[in-house]
């Protein structure tokens, strides 16, 4: 089973993306502040807890999660990062470097965000009942080498205050 993480929007608190499974939409992902810069040892621009991980393929399996009590994804060799799982959460503080699921994008938040756990499980089930493994690709949809500068504002050109995995795309009005 074949992920793909697309980085589509980035701000001074998150990075807000969207999930294909085997070239499907699935939903969107919410991460921290992107800040790599292509060809620079991590150590010069992790700050931990607060960094996405680096643009790049990885291997990915289902492992407990201790800290949250239940079964998540995890991804393999990720330079300069540890224990970075795909889980439930909804905003930048819900996460320390690992990738969220929600149905709805909203900015610096996903919402739905255990509906959307639960669909991308019970796929992550049938590809261990295929006995097939997994990976995820990480890029991002602005190009390979566009870290945030975060010394200015990020102008976000969107007023978007909320997507839908069923419209995607389609504003939709209301708050959420």
């Known amino acids: 089973m074949q992920l793909v993480l697309k980085r589509i929007e980035q701000s001074k608190l998150s990075t807000e993306g969207r999930l294909e499974v085997d070239g499907v939409f699935q939903c969107f992902t919410l991460e921290p502040t992107y800040r790599e810069v292509p060809g620079a040892p991590v150590k010069d621009w992790k700050v931990m807890g607060k960094t996405a991980i680096p643009i790049g ?17 995890i991804l393999e060799d990720v330079p300069g990062f540890s224990g970075i799982r795909i889980h439930i959460g909804n905003f930048p503080a819900d996460t320390d ?7 709805k994008l909203g900015p610096d938040k996903v919402i739905n965000s255990k509906v959307a756990f639960s669909d991308l499980m019970a796929l992550f089930d049938k590809a261990k009942q295929r006995n097939e493994g997994v990976q995820i690709s990480v890029e991002n949809a602005w190009g390979p080498s566009s870290a945030i500068s975060l010394s200015k504002p990020t102008p976000l050109a969107r007023l978007v205050t909320m997507r839908t995995a069923k419209n995607q795309g389609e504003d939709i009005a209301g708050t959420p």
């Open 57 to 73: 393929t990885y291997p990915v399996s289902v492992t407990y999660f201790r800290k949250d009590k239940y079964y998540s994804p």
């Open 97 to 103: 470097g690992c990738i969220l699921v929600g149905t």
